[in-house]
């Protein structure tokens, strides 16, 4: 039995690798982890069309949101996803989707690297799968001033933390240890070896760059691309009805679809598509 078929909108804090980790569970039905971007926290975003049918469970990780910081223990995204692994075994999940937005996404795939068994497919919008220089638009992340704690371009994540935090004063020590977090992505042979479906989604307009994103499509060998016109990184925020709608067809389809039609093979209704 699966141990949110009768779950209700429920919350709580689970004991984890020295972290008291806040998470939210809406809906009931097989399990779907969202892991929110970098400063985002549980309840910024709500999904109607995937609580329907599934019980989303969003996680506040490492010093984000009602989860309070271990000071003296860096960010990053490996640990970060130890620490979701961890709470699927305290919340008795052996399998789950996940979606992670940006940050999220490059946690979401790096269990789906290293811990395959607790996958069935992984979603992701805005991520960046390698180092900044490869993965980034340099004129996206320019700053004509250098940012602080206060810049308004943090206004919107400020804000969010602050009404959630158990130390909203600890808002620029957060920040300055999200800002300082570095990753250096994925090898080839990292991207090569995951075995579970992966949605690789981008708006056109997004920080990612789209050569990054067609790479790293390229090279997953389950992997599905999607590109949103005229959208950009905060999609998810601004349009998620545009955004959803892929990510939901992604998680929804079966395990074997029809083939694609080849020139040689054409096409025939219910043989290709």
Known sequence: MNPLDSATDRQGYAPINDLNMYYEIAGTGDPLVFIPPAFGVAGMKTFPAFVESRAV???????HGRTADIQDRPLSNEQHAKDVIALLKHL???KADFFGESYGGAIAT??????P???RRVATYGTTFGPPPVAVKPEMLRFSVPPTPDSRSFLFQ???YKKVAP?????????GKIVSLK?????REELASIKAPVLIAVGDHDFVRLEH????????PNAELAVIPDAGHYALFSEPERVIPVVEHFLNKRETGIPIATGETGYHSGETR
Request: cysteine-free; hydrophobic content about 45%.
């Open 183 to 187: 990753w250096d992505g994925f090898s």
């Open 158 to 160: 400020r804000e969010n």
């Open 167 to 175: 130390d909203p004063d600890y808002w620029p020590t957060f920040w």
């Open 213 to 220: 994103a067609l790479e790293t499509f390229k090279f997953i």
């Open 57 to 63: 469970i969003t996680v506040d990780l490492q010093g």
């Open 92 to 94: 008795g999940i052996s």
């Open 117 to 119: 068994e607790l996958v």
């Open 110 to 115: 790096i269990i789906a690297v290293h811990n």
